[in-house]
């Protein structure tokens, strides 16, 4: 059994905001179990991602950017034992763009952002990718923070969150 690993301090090396995004390894969080919790969804997002040899350009409100993945190795932790993927990799804008290549391949990706509360120090991520048409796209599922260590408060939250699911899903 692992450790029980709260105030993780995260690698903040990077000049991306730090962000820390934990996939839960030993619990299924299914789409019918977050259908069942709507009082915590408060955003919707929708982007494309266009692969190209010219690079990754995201398509958001009418304006491409190209963007640049700054990749963390990721590790893994526990909380209240629960096991974790900790990632810390991130996509910033590296410029704005202004031509869709000619060769290249679409990915959309809608997020469902749901929070406790407004101001809450974690979000739960439901983000499904559709590439080129695949007509049976499958949901990745995880919690996101701005801080920059796994602190009491976030993993309360993260715990209230997997305990809401669970009592959703029966």
Request: one cysteine or more.
């Amino acid at each position: 059994m692992k450790q029980h690993q709260a105030n993780i301090k995260l690698n903040t090396n990077n000049s991306a905001v730090a962000k820390i995004k934990l996939y839960p390894t030993n619990v299924n969080i299914t789409q019918e179990s977050v259908d069942k919790i709507p009082q915590y969804k408060y955003k919707e997002d929708n982007i494309m991602l266009l692969f190209s040899t010219e690079g990754i350009i995201q398509v958001r409100n009418d304006r491409l950017d190209r963007i640049k993945v700054i990749d963390v190795p990721t590790r893994e932790c526990c909380l209240n034992n629960y096991d974790f993927m900790c990632d810390e990799s991130s996509y910033i804008i590296d410029c704005e763009w202004f031509q869709i290549p000619k060769y290249h391949i679409v990915e959309k990706v809608k997020k469902n952002y749901y929070r406790l509360r407004p101001g809450a120090l974690v979000e739960l991520v439901v983000e499904t990718r559709i590439v080129d048409g695949n007509n049976d796209p499958q949901p990745t599922t995880y919690f996101k923070t701005q801080n920059t260590t796994i602190s009491l408060g976030v993993e309360e939250d993260i715990i209230t969150f997997l305990a809401a699911l669970k009592s959703n899903s029966t």
